[in-house]
């Protein structure tokens, strides 16, 4: 019996340079998985045609003519509820990735990243995990900033992240939850990778700021 075919990552482009459009449809188009659902070249054109192309994942350009970025990913974060959003830019600095991941963008690209990196970063996001350049989280994640939207946790990986974000050792958190010290590692691997983030330090950070966990954060205690 045949495989069904895997289905294509349905992708909306939003970039007010057509040779860009041009260039990032043909390199996807190219790669055999994935769908170019429709292109817009500012805000209106975008807000527009969103939702009848129905996409997986909205690659949008930071720097738009007529609206911000940041924006623009609010409102088509309404417009496109289902979607997932890789804000897609020629700039790199903390400022630019902070401000679309507190916007609702789910990762961030640079238009000089090889292929293979663009690629990565959509069927990342696609699979509900977040895409942003390495050392990012601790800025993304700051006290008194509104959290970047999260990726989708099972219940049993939020169950993880609030034993390990309370100090919990993979030992006593398979203890606590009946699991094998294996599965426990494995839940925790699997956080990191849809989190992106590693340490125990972010891990717990981002429990706090997604209201996993009772535990406050010292950092926004105010000295007496």
């Known amino acids: 019996m045949k495989k069904k075919p895997r289905a294509r990552i349905k992708v909306f482009l939003v970039d007010d340079h057509p040779s860009v459009r041009e260039g990032v449809r043909n390199c996807l188009t190219g790669q055999g998985s994935f769908l170019v659902v429709g292109e817009a070249e500012d805000a209106a054109d975008a807000l527009r045609k969103v939702k009848k192309a129905a996409p997986d994942v909205i690659l949008l350009d930071v720097n738009l003519p007529t609206l911000d970025g940041g924006e623009l990913a609010r409102r088509l974060r309404l417009a496109a509820p289902g979607a997932r959003i890789l804000a897609f830019s020629m700039h790199s600095s903390q400022e630019y990735v902070v401000r679309m991941a507190r916007c609702g963008a789910h990762g961030y690209v640079t238009k000089d990243q090889p292929t293979h990196k663009l690629v990565e970063a959509i069927e990342q996001v696609h699979r509900g995990g977040l895409y942003f350049p390495p050392g990012m989280a601790d800025a993304i994640l700051s006290p ?16 993880v992240l609030s034993l390990l974000a309370e100090g919990l050792a993979n030992k006593q958190v398979a203890r606590r939850l009946g699991l094998s010290v294996r599965t426990a590692e494995t839940h925790r691997e699997h ?11 972010g891990l717990t950070k981002y429990a706090i700021q997604h209201g996993l966990t009772s535990l406050s954060d010292p950092a926004q205690k105010k000295s007496p």
């Open 144 to 159: 008194g900033a509104a959290p970047a939207p999260g990726p989708a946790l099972t219940a049993r990986e939020k169950e």
């Open 191 to 201: 956080l990191s990778r849809k989190l992106g983030i590693s340490s125990i330090s």
